[in-house]
């Protein structure tokens, strides 16, 4: 396990050495973030160091395990020292929406439009870590990919 994590922790570094925030195509730019680039790559990189943690209800440390809610909250306190909301409701709220094609990593991505229902954490190249649900464990998923490209999908930056 500790091997995997490493392994994963190495690839994180050599993708988001090469990502950085998407110009808007309006030639405008996001408001700025709480938080700087780098500390968005820490947060990505932290959180996909996470990958094998197991899920758990109300859960927000890596000994007892994650919720969605809480692996967010836990990653960018540790990572960046920003509280953030502990809930989904109260994550769809928080920073700034972001465009899909703006999106960075570190950014949120909040599922369920109107009524969110999920969210984790944006690590670049369409995927995503989040603690998905009971008897699972955090894991790295595409937004692309059958299940989640059929979901709504809310992007908010810190």
């Known amino acids: 396990m500790l091997i995997l994590r ?8 050599l993708v ?3 990502c950085s925030s998407t110009p808007s195509p309006t030639g405008r730019s996001a408001r700025p973030s709480l938080i700087s680039a780098e500390q968005s790559r820490d947060v990505a990189i932290h959180a996909m160091g996470l990958v094998g943690t197991p899920y758990r209800y109300g859960g927000n440390t890596v000994n007892g395990g994650f919720d969605c809610s809480g692996l967010i909250a836990f990653v960018y306190r540790e990572s960046a020292g920003l509280a953030t909301p502990r809930t989904v409701a109260q994550l769809a709220g928080f920073g700034d929406p ?5 999106r960075r990593t570190g950014d949120l991505v909040i599922f369920g439009g109107g009524r969110p229902t999920h969210a984790g ?3 670049g ?3 995503f ?7 699972g464990e955090v894991r790295l998923d595409r937004i ?4 989640w490209s059929r979901q709504k ?4 930056r810190p």
Do not use: F, Q
């Open 121 to 123: 954490i944006y690590v």
């Open 98 to 102: 972001v465009s899909r094609e703006e």
């Open 144 to 147: 692309d990919g059958p299940y």
């Open 6 to 13: 490493r392994s994963i922790i190495a690839c994180a570094w």
């Open 16 to 18: 988001l050495a090469a």
């Open 125 to 127: 190249e369409d995927r």
């Open 129 to 135: 870590v989040h603690a998905p649900s009971t008897g």
């Open 153 to 156: 999908m809310d992007v908010r």
